[in-house]
């Protein structure tokens, strides 16, 4: 007697929802639900528009830039989950798990480059690297798995790593999660479904024990690396600290870390333009990772600030702005006018479009200066996205600076 394929559902059908879509093909009866037309040439599956989930639908794998309250699930049988779920499931034990407000990129690509490195079969997965879970399909008992994982991509997490790291904790994605407690619950369950023989890398602050054995990393020495910062030195403390739990020595490590070439849209140098040094820090999206960026400079002259507003407070940033060496401040809506409200005695310059930023950077920063893009909040409100707000700045830099 055939045994009955489960009935699936997949919310969402961007590149994550075919990847899933791809493992699941032959192994159950796929219903794929979304809330524009999609494509389904080729595609085995029952498309729906809109985002009601049947009764008889037994699974829901989201994507996760849907917030789950927009899921209209009719039975409360359903349970809801997502393509790291399923991976963690299978390959726990050789998986290092990685989120946390800022750094989680740059610390799951400098543990994937320190593996590879010492010679480690090493495959960087999930919210950067590959997102195909076929990779699973060639699979080997030496085969460890480097897992970056958003908030969104955690909050229906069952199943933790064997070893969870947590970067940081700052208020973030509140629209999508509703709340800060909420948002610390789904970056908590990293580590929440861990046994007794895993291990728990926590830098965020946050007090949090489950069964893992918890590591607070620190930087006993100064790391040899071409990131910038004492943030980045921070970063590679808790990179060492992931390795070891997979027999790496931190000589070893720090030999691997000298050797790391930095992620782009991070503290990212641009190169001189009419004797300027320009820096392109699109990714930093939170004031924190903003001043982080500031003070890993020897010189900011000029920055450029501002962007979607998400209700996060800025006072603190407000109150840390006067007493950098800044001397132009360079603001996007809706944000940056919030930034400097504090700010005195220096040039703050209101513009809406990348191309006024830039050339007011041009006008205002000294021969020899050093402009920063680093916005302090998303940028929505503006551009597609990061990359289109990176793109855009490159570009004005290179036209105006000829």
Known sequence: MNKKRPKIALAGFGLEGRATYEYFKGKAEIHVFDEVPQDMSGIDATFHLGLVIPADIDVVYKTPGIPTSKLAIQSP???V??????????????AIGVTGTKGK????????HILAGAGRDTVLFGNIG??????????SPERLYVVELSSYQCEHLTHS????????????????????ETYREAKLNIARFQNETDFFINASGLDAHFKGTVIRPSVSEPFVTNLLGEHNQRNCA???AAVRAFGVSEDE?????ATFSPLPYRLEEVGKFNEVVFYDDSLATVPQATMASIRALPRVDTIILGGEDRGISFAEFARELPATQIRT?????????????????????????MEEAVRAAYAHTPSGGTVLLSNASPSFNLFKDYKDKSAQYRKWIKKLGV
């Open 77 to 79: 049988h359903t349970r």
């Open 81 to 94: 989950s997502t393509l790291m779920d399923v991976v963690l499931e299978k390959v726990h034990d050789r």
């Open 105 to 112: 990129s740059t610390i799951a690509a400098l543990i994937q």
């Open 130 to 139: 590959v997102a195909d879970m076929r990779i699973l399909d060639a699979d």
């Open 161 to 180: 790593p064997h070893v969870a790291v947590l970067t940081n904790f700052y208020p973030e994605h509140l629209s999508h999660h509703g709340s800060l």
């Open 238 to 240: 808790i990179a060492v």
């Open 253 to 257: 490590a720090r030999a691997h870390i």
């Open 329 to 353: 401040f360079i603001i996007f809506p809706d944000t940056g006018s919030k930034m400097v409200e504090h700010v005195r005695d220096r040039t703050i310059i209101p513009v809406s479009s």
